[in-house]
C-alpha cells in the first residue's frame, strides 16, 4: 500500500504562484512514475504533469513554460511549482502514482485526497 497526501493548495491572484507538494508514505518503491492530475467543476480529470522514475517529465500544453514538476527521493515527495497562474487554472489537484506512466488508466494505482487550487482574476 501507497499513501499520497498533497498541500500546498489555496487562493491566489491571478499571475501569481503557488507550490504543490505530494508525500509518499508506505511501499514508495513499487511507484514508477507520479502524476499531478487536476479537475474542475464540470470537467473531466486529466493529467497536468508527470515525472518518471528516471526524472523524465511531461506536461499538458495548457501548462508547459508554467509548471514544474519535480522530485525529492529523500523525502519522498514531488513538487508542482505552479507560476504564472491563470483562472483556468482553477481545480482540485491530484497526485497519482503506481507503476505504470501516469497517462495510462491503471486501476491499481494510488491517488492522493487532493488540495484546491482557485485562482482569482
Known amino acids: 500500500q501507497v499513501q499520497f497526501v498533497e498541500s500546498g493548495g489555496g487562493l491566489v491572484q491571478a499571475g501569481g504562484s503557488l507550490r504543490l507538494s505530494c508525500a509518499a508514505s508506505?511501499?514508495?518503491?513499487?511507484?514508477?512514475?507520479i502524476g499531478w492530475y487536476r479537475q474542475a467543476p464540470g470537467k473531466q480529470r486529466e493529467l497536468v504533469a508527470s515525472?518518471?522514475?528516471?526524472?523524465?517529465?511531461d506536461y499538458a500544453d495548457s501548462v508547459k513554460g508554467r509548471f514544474t514538476i519535480s522530485r525529492d527521493n529523500g523525502k519522498n515527495t514531488v513538487y508542482l511549482q505552479m507560476n504564472s497562474l491563470k483562472p483556468e487554472d482553477t481545480a482540485v489537484y491530484y497526485c497519482?502514482?503506481?507503476?505504470?506512466?501516469?497517462?495510462?488508466?491503471?486501476?491499481?494505482?494510488?491517488w492522493g485526497q487532493g488540495t484546491q487550487v482557485t485562482v482569482s482574476s
Open positions: 497519482k502514482g503506481g507503476r505504470l506512466p501516469a497517462y495510462i488508466d491503471d486501476s491499481s494505482a494510488y
Open positions: 508506505g511501499s514508495t518503491f513499487i511507484i514508477n512514475a
Open positions: 515525472i518518471s522514475v528516471g526524472r523524465r517529465t
